[in-house]
T-cell receptor
Framework: DAGVIQSPRHEVTEMGQEVTLRCKPISGHDYLFWYRQTMMRGLELLIYFNNNVPIDDSGMPEDRFSAKMPNASFSTLKIQPSEPRDSAVYFC??????????????FGEGSRLTVL | AQKVTQAQTEISVVEKEDVTLDCVYETRDTTYYLFWYKQPPSGELVFLIRRNSFDEQNEISGRYSWNFQKSTSSFNFTITASQVVDSAVYFCALSDYAGGTSYGKLTFGQGTILTVHP
């Protein structure tokens, strides 16, 4: 079975440009998460969805960040305009949230963003 | 607010040594979940274990073992007879208990970089 698929794997852009990161969760999973990893802040949750509905976006740093999940098999994280401090690895993860599950999050390989 | 502390930033051992990674957590919840994830050099995050707060039984899986002590809010991870392939960053994490499941809203520790030398 395919795991969580993220694209692009690497993105280098200039300050002020729009960046769109994409994620395809594992089929059948009803929770989708966007995490960001930086040296300074470690791994932090940005937003998560349940059945395509955003549940908690309190981790989204500011209005420049937005996330959507138009259907069960696709989500985007958009940064507009991008800034150098947005440079990080962005992980998408999905899980199957029924009672008794293992609680395992399945992570994608991450999208490494560098904003110059 | 939840908090996870991994006091060891980096650990370096020689192959076949045993190594313990410490994890201390803070939460006001009476029920919660604890996790360990591994991040190898390739970058992905790999699930290792989940433990419910109401189950303090220690667990062993091959060379891996976990010691959960609610009284000290600790969930330590031991690798026995370490191998070079164990070199990775290891994260401890904490999540809410949501009606019997844990849906992945995790608070991660800062991670411990483990290097196993041949």
């Amino acid at each position: 079975d395919a795991g969580v698929i993220q694209s692009p794997r690497h993105e280098v852009t200039e300050m002020g440009q729009e960046v769109t990161l994409r994620c395809k969760p594992i089929s059948g999973h009803d929770y989708l998460f966007w995490y960001r990893q930086t040296m300074m802040r470690g791994l932090e949750l940005l937003i998560y969805f349940n059945n395509n509905v955003p549940i908690d976006d309190s981790g989204m740093p500011e209005d420049r960040f937005s996330a959507k999940m138009p259907n069960a098999s696709f989500s985007t994280l958009k940064i507009q305009p991008s800034e150098p401090r947005d440079s990080a690895v962005y992980f998408c993860a999905s899980s199957f949230g029924i009672a008794g599950n293992t609680g395992e999050l399945f992570f994608g390989e991450g999208s490494r963003l560098t904003v110059l | 607010a939840q908090k996870v502390t991994q006091a060891q930033t980096e650990i370096s051992v020689v192959e076949k040594e045993d190594v313990t990674l410490d994890c201390v957590y803070e939460t006001r919840d009476t029920t919660y979940y604890l996790f360990w994830y591994k991040q190898p050099p390739s970058g992905e995050l790999v699930f290792l274990i989940r433990r419910n707060s109401f189950d303090e039984q220690n667990e062993i899986s091959g060379r891996y073992s976990w010691n959960f002590q609610k009284s000290t809010s600790s969930f330590n991870f031991t690798i026995t007879a370490s191998q070079v392939v164990d070199s990775a960053v290891y994260f401890c994490a904490l999540s809410d208990y949501a009606g019997g499941t844990s849906y992945g809203k995790l608070t991660f520790g800062q991670g411990t970089i483990l290097t196993v030398h041949p």
